[in-house]
């Protein structure tokens, strides 16, 4: 979900101090443009959404080209995100209920579509977000998964575990 500055005033002050992005400052200026572009798309069509993956690392300020954006929408509304790709590309399961996928395009990105069974009887926006945070990019605001939930997740042996550790260790300190 993403809101722009007339919707977000609110949820400005929800937003942690290091948590604003400004693209001029960034190298990967082209994968920014698509992110920002993709969630003002989602948010046009008023779908609720977060930023996954590696792609949610991107998102927190440490940049890398992106290979593929993942995006976390609600367990039931996988047709409806279908609909807004014009995608028909086969769902894929981790062999458990709670989570399934689809791969896309948009914009020639690869896009993983993600859907998580958190609690069955409850597809709230609540749920969706729970272990997420908003991020201002310039002045556009993108909730994205928490750099904690992914080291609380990840292994050392994850390519970018060290780096998110450093970083989340360093604006702790701020």
């Known amino acids: 979900m993403t809101q722009n500055k007339e919707t977000s005033k609110g949820r400005k002050n929800l937003i942690s101090p290091w948590n604003h992005i400004h693209i001029c400052d960034m190298k990967q200026r082209k994968d920014w443009g698509i992110l920002l ?4 798309d989602l948010d046009q069509a008023a779908i609720s959404f977060h ?3 590696k792609a949610m690392i991107f998102i927190h300020g ?6 593929k954006i993942c995006v976390t929408f609600k367990w039931n509304e996988e047709e409806r995100i279908r609909k807004f790709f014009g995608s028909s590309s086969e769902t894929k399961s981790n062999g458990h209920t709670t989570f399934k ?3 896309t395009a948009y914009q020639d990105y690869k896009i993983r579509c993600m859907f998580y069974n958190m609690c069955v ?3 709230s926006d609540e749920i969706l977000q729970k272990n997420a945070e908003p991020i201002d990019v310039d002045g556009q605001i993108i909730m994205a998964q928490t750099l904690e ?3 609380e997740y990840a292994t ?3 390519e970018l575990y060290n780096q998110v550790k450093d970083f989340v260790s360093i604006r702790q300190n701020l």
């Open 149 to 151: 939930f992914y080291l």
């Open 51 to 53: 930023i996954d993956g």
């Open 37 to 40: 572009l993709l969630a003002n």
């Open 121 to 123: 009887d409850d597809v």
């Open 62 to 67: 440490l940049e890398f080209p992106l290979d």
């Open 101 to 103: 996928y689809f791969d």
């Open 156 to 158: 050392e042996k994850d």
